[in-house]
Every structure is written in C-alpha cells, then in structure tokens.
C-alpha cells in the first residue's frame, strides 16, 4: 500500500490560501479571498516550486512563488508589501511543525499494521518531507519513502513508483497507490501498472471513473478489510484541516481552501 503524503496524509495550517490572505491583511492590503482563491485555482501542476537542495534555497523558491502568485491576484495597493508577504509565507510553508496530521490517518495506518500489510510513500517532495514525517510522528509508521528530490523524477513517471516497488518488494499489480492528485497520483499509478485509489477529501471530482473515496476511513472497505467500525467510531472527522496544523493541502498542489500544498501540484 503507498501513499502520496501531503494532503493525503498532513495538511499545512492554515491552508496556504488563507495563509496568504491573512499576511496581506496584515501588511495593510485588502482582505481579498476570493482573489488570492482565484490565483490559486489558476495553478497547473508545474506551476508550484520545483524541489530544492537546502533550506535557504526552498526560502527563496518558495516566497518568488507567493510573489508571483499575489502579482497575478491583482491586488492593489501591496507592492511595495509584496516582499515581505512572500518571506513570511515562505518561512511558514518551510516551518515542519506547522504541518499536521489528518485524523483518519492513524486508524488506518493501525488497521494496516494489524493486517501485515506494508506501506510505503511516494511523494513530489524534497528533504523537507523527512522533517515533516519527524515533526508529525508519521515517520514511525512508514519504513519507506520515495521522493523526487532524491530519485530524480517526480510522479507521475513511473520510475518513482518501480523504486517503491524495489524497496518495499510489493506486487505492483496487486499495489494500491492513495493519493488526492489526478495528474500525479492517478496518473503515475496507472502508468506504473498500480491500483489506484483518489482520495477526494473536498468532493472536487465527483466524475472520476476509478476507485474513489471521501476519506481513509473508506479505505479498509476498499480493501475488503471488512471495518465498518471505522466509520462508525470515527465518523467523518477523516475530512477537513490536519490537527495541530497542516499543511493547507496542496490538495492538488494548491487547490483552495483546506487543500493546499506547498510544493509540485502534487507531492
């Protein structure tokens, strides 16, 4: 079983839209959502800062991104502000503890574990991922974790996926790969000859013809775990913002609202 990681399994708090337009309120601009959610919107899945080798380097990709972004929002009154909205929002998005963990994570990861099922993630992510997977505790749970920075390919090509395969010693074609991205996780299972499954937390793709759910909880049915218990112990608290903080979700790398992510439109 792999896993994409961020709004899959952690989420940025504030998401990286509000997080946005909360800094140019505070740095005197106008209180404009619909805006900065429009910008966003408009993103493509390479649109979203490429991988980087040090902190200071993901700093400054990160706020040229948010930059970029408030130009294009069309927002007046805020460019000589614009600077520092950008380096405030790049230190948050860089930030591991501001990052947390969706709550139907943790029963299904337990319910895996009790099924000797291995897991694994395959991410678009550089090191910063491994300071999440610390900050969050979810490292514990994954012995296994494939990224783009360190491979040299980012989903949905398929080598990212063989080298999870390699690792893990999973089947591909009896391989499920969870992710919330149609171009990259949807994408990159299909050509990797894996099963996968769109985690569609917001309802954003209620036409999607593959297996498709609304949280993790729905995933031990999927699987024929046969755990109804889930559902009816955890309700759908699956859904929504991580605890403690996420990452807004890139959702697909930078939807709207509680799914946004900080890096490739699907990490």
């Not at 800094?23 to 429009?38: F, K, T």
């Not at 699987?223 to 955890?234: M, Q, V």
Request: with cysteine; net charge negative.
């Amino acid at each position: 079983m792999l896993f994409d990681a961020a709004d899959t399994l952690f989420t940025l708090s504030p998401s990286l839209p509000e997080l946005v337009t909360e800094l140019v309120g505070s740095h005197g601009g106008p209180w404009a959502p619909d805006r900065i959610g429009r910008a966003f919107d408009g993103l493509g899945p390479f649109d979203w800062p490429d991988d980087q080798p040090t902190h200071d380097a993901r700093l400054c990709a990160w706020a040229a991104f948010v930059e970029g972004l408030l130009e294009a929002s069309g927002i007046e009154g805020i460019d000589a502000a614009r600077p520092a909205i950008a380096r405030a929002a790049a230190a948050v998005v860089t930030q591991p503890r501001r990052y947390g963990v969706f709550p139907d994570v943790a029963p299904v990861l337990d319910l895996l574990a009790a099924s000797g099922l291995p897991v694994g993630i395959v991410s678009n992510f550089d090191e910063l991922l491994f300071d999440i997977l610390r900050a969050t505790g979810l490292d514990s749970w994954f012995p296994v974790v494939v990224t783009s920075y360190r491979t040299g390919v980012p989903k949905p090509d398929p080598l990212i996926f063989g080298e999870a395969l390699r690792r893990t010693g999973m089947d591909p074609a009896r391989t499920y790969h969870v992710g919330d991205s149609l171009h990259s996780d949807m994408g990159g299972a299909r050509a990797a000859g894996l099963r996968g499954v769109l985690l569609d937390r917001t309802g954003a793709h209620p036409g999607y013809a593959g297996a498709r759910i609304a949280s993790l909880l729905d995933l031990p049915a999927l699987l024929g775990l046969g755990t109804p218990a889930l559902r009816e112990e955890f309700g759908d608290d699956g859904g929504g913002d991580g605890d403690d903080g996420g990452h807004g979700g890139r959702g697909g790398r930078g939807g709207r609202g509680a799914i946004s992510s900080p890096g490739r439109a699907a990490r």
